[in-house]
Each structure stands twice: as structure tokens, then as C-alpha cells.
């Protein structure tokens, strides 16, 4: 179980006289409604404008790692979705080190601190298709790190950021901040929680998985070239970004939705368009999630207000938060104007989470009238339901575990 502010518990699995330690966690995806894009240091991975996101549930989507050290072992290793992959990853390497430097310093003469790293991570979910894994994999195996040697929860933040910036709103659960800071050295650049996950229990989150693809440019990427030559990205860190973060930590504190939905879907806009602004030009969202915004933004002026507040990150996939009331009405205008008609190729389904059913209720015929374009069908491959969850979890089942005695993964 995750602690009551979304951190894990210590749950740590001994095999033998310090012989091997072993620890599996899994954290989850988080989904930003003021975006982190930029940074102002390259190497610790510090932002040039502070963020806001929501902790998705990790019933239907999350990492999961197990981590091992031994004595045994000569090299570090790891293992992502099946393939083992380069160890000399400079973000992974930073996220070593410093769960190394901050065990060392509690005790000098830990003899963990010298041992060697085994790592074997999964996601549920597609990787390095703007649904955040890199969040996911970093919080989860800086989780499952601090776990076997010894690290406090409280250092995790810093730790997760290094890896991947975004990876330290996933060490918390709920609707959590990470504060742009003002040291060089990054110390003040940490996440916190803004409110716990069941502190607006009618929130829910809708994900439109328009490509489950590999995005053709990195964000890491993106996020350099933007700082170079955007001529917007500058006005909006100091200038739009501080009074959208108050004002949107005011909302969730009230469940104010309209307040709420209005600035995420402004901040979405924004950021695609410090996109655009770039040279030369980032194109994140395609013709169809161009098109999803476009049913969305008729749905909502016919309702007078924001019902579905979209959102996108550096994918094509949509990311809609929305009330409970709303969420069959919202399916129902996905399933008249992005109709499916052959089932995934996953054979998985085209409604996943927490609706796994076609939506109940027809579209009235008062939102086909303001809507009124021409259906797109299967141009969305599945419709995942989730809502607000819970931090990193340590999972206490040793059967869970990805590595196998020797250190190697089970599959």
C-alpha cells in the first residue's frame, strides 16, 4: 500500500546475509495540466517553468520494476519491456549515482553502496508515445532503488527528476506541483502534493489513443530546440505559466471544473503552440487530434461551459478530464464522430478501464446539430477511463517479481 501522501510503504525482500537485496515497485503515469517544457540545465534536468499534473490511477496504467543488488554480481544490467538496453544511459547512470551518494552518506561503510544493480522494468501501456512512460519508468525504478538501499521516501523527488524531469510528479499520488526552484544546484526543484487522489472523487480522465507509436521527436529533444529558438517560450515561462499555476491549484482546491478545464485546455493550447513557434517546427498532434479538439470545443460552447477539458502532451494521444456525470455523454460523442467498426489488433477492446462498454445512453440530437462534422471512423484505436490514483506502490508478493533468484528477468 502507498503511504497517505502517495509514497511507498518499505516493503524490502532479503535473500540471505545481505547476500541479495530485491525490491519490486510500480508507480504511475501522470498527465500535466501545466505543462513542464524547457529546461535551464541539461544535466539536472531543471526546468525553466513550474508544473501541475494529476497522478493517473494504476489500475490501468502504470510501470512496474524490480531491482536487485548482489555482491554476485560484476556489472550493472537492465532490461525494458523484454530487450535489455544500454546500461551506459547517462539518465540512468544519474539516477544510480545518486541513490548511491545518498545511502553512502547515511553510512559510509554500506557495503550496498559497492554492489552492482540488476534492473527489469515493464509498462502496461505504450513507451515513448506522449502517454509518459519515461514519468512512469523513472519514478518506478527510483522507487524500487531507494527500497533496497534504504533511501527516505523524501529524497525520492530529487532523485526521480534526474532521470526524467516529470518523474518527480509521479513520486506522489493525487494532483501534485513541481516547483521551478531558483538553485543552481537544483535542491529547491522538487515536487509536492497539491491535493491528495480522492480530494475531488468526481474528477475522472478519459485517454484517446489516437497512435501507440514511437513519436518521431523526442521530447528531450523538442524541449532543447524550443529553448533556442521559440520566441514565445520565454514570455510564457516567466510571465503566463506563475499565474496559471495559482490559479489552477486555486481550482482543484475549490473543484471548481470550469475554472479547472478553462486553464488546461489554455495550457495545452499554449504549449503546442511554443510547439509550432519552434524552428524549425515540432508537430506533436496530428490531423486527428487537431479534429478531436475540434468535436470537443463544439461539444463544449453548446453546453455554455467546459465539460471535457482537453489536454495534450508531445503525442498525438488526447487526455480529456471531466466530471462522473459527464463521462457516458463524452463516450457517446467519441463513439458518433470517431466510430469504431473493426475491434484493436491487441484484440484487447476498444473501451478500457473503468468503462469497458460501449457508452449507454445516444448522443442527443441537440449536440449532433452544434457538433455537426463527419464521423472519422477507427481514426481512435481504444478509449482508456481512469481517474486520480495513488504514488509508487511496493509490491510485498515475491512472485511479483520480474528478476528471478539469479538476478535474471523470469521472461
Known amino acids: 500500500m ?15 546475509p545481505v547476500k541479495m537485496l530485491m525490491a519490486t515497485c510500480t508507480a504511475p503515469v501522470n498527465i500535466a495540466v501545466i505543462k513542464y517544457w524547457g529546461k ?37 544490467r537492465i532490461w525494458l519491456n523484454g530487450t535489455e538496453e544500454d546500461i551506459g544511459n547517462k539518465r540512468l547512470q544519474n539516477c544510480f549515482r545518486e541513490i548511491r551518494v545518498r545511502a553512502q552518506s547515511k553510512n559510509p561503510d554500506d557495503p550496498r553502496v559497492s554492489m552492482k544493480i540488476r534492473v527489469c522494468s515493464e509498462n502496461n501501456f505504450p513507451t515513448a508515445a506522449g502517454l509518459a512512460s519515461s514519468a512512469a519508468g523513472y519514478a518506478c525504478l527510483v522507487a524500487a532503488l531507494a527500497e533496497v538501499f534504504g533511501v527516505a521516501d523524501t529524497e525520492l523527488s530529487s532523485i526521480a527528476r534526474v532521470g526524467s524531469g516529470s518523474a518527480c510528479r509521479s513520486i506522489y499520488g493525487g494532483w501534485v506541483r513541481w516547483t521551478l526552484g531558483e538553485r ?48 514565445l517560450i520565454d514570455h510564457r515561462a516567466k510571465v503566463v505559466v506563475p499565474q496559471r499555476m495559482k490559479d489552477i491549484e486555486a481550482a482543484i482546491l475549490a473543484k471548481d471544473f470550469d475554472a479547472f478545464g478553462r486553464i488546461t485546455i489554455q495550457d495545452s493550447n499554449q504549449f503546442h503552440a511554443v510547439c509550432l513557434d519552434t524552428y524549425p517546427p515540432i508537430f506533436y498532434m496530428n490531423d486527428v487530434s487537431k479534429s478531436i479538439v475540434g468535436v470537443l470545443s463544439r461539444y463544449n460552447a453548446h453546453a455554455g461551459k467546459v465539460k471535457a477539458a482537453y489536454t495534450f502532451d508531445a503525442g498525438p494521444n488526447c487526455v480529456v478530464y471531466c466530471l462522473k ?87
Open 2 to 16: 502507498a503511504a497517505d501522501d502517495g509514497r511507498p510503504t518499505k516493503r524490502l525482500r532479503q535473500d540471505g
Open 184 to 231: 543552481d544546484d537544483g535542491v529547491d526543484s522538487i515536487a509536492s502534493q497539491v491535493a491528495p487522489a480522492d480530494h475531488w472523487p468526481e474528477m475522472q480522465i478519459l485517454v484517446f489513443v489516437v497512435n501507440a507509436g514511437k513519436k518521431s521527436v523526442s521530447s528531450s529533444s523538442g524541449m532543447q530546440t524550443s529553448v533556442k529558438t521559440s520566441a
Open 40 to 76: 535551464r540545465d541539461e544535466q539536472l534536468l531543471l526546468p525553466i517553468n513550474s508544473s501541475l499534473s494529476a497522478t493517473l490511477h494504476q489500475d490501468q496504467l502504470h510501470a512496474k520494476t524490480t531491482v536487485a543488488i548482489s555482491e554476485d554480481f560484476s556489472e550493472d
Open 325 to 411: 456525470s459527464d463521462v457516458d455523454e463524452i463516450l457517446s460523442l467519441v463513439h458518433t464522430y470517431f466510430p469504431p467498426t473493426t475491434e484493436p489488433e491487441d484484440g484487447k477492446g476498444y473501451y478500457r478501464g473503468i468503462t469497458s462498454a460501449p457508452p449507454a445512453t445516444p448522443l442527443p440530437e441537440s449536440i449532433k446539430t452544434a457538433v455537426a462534422v463527419e464521423p472519422q471512423p477507427n481514426s481512435i484505436r481504444y478509449v482508456l477511463h481512469t481517474e486520480p490514483g495513488p504514488g509508487p506502490i511496493a509490491v510485498k508478493d515475491p512472485a511479483a517479481s520480474l528478476l528471478d533468484e539469479s538476478g535474471l528477468p523470469k521472461h
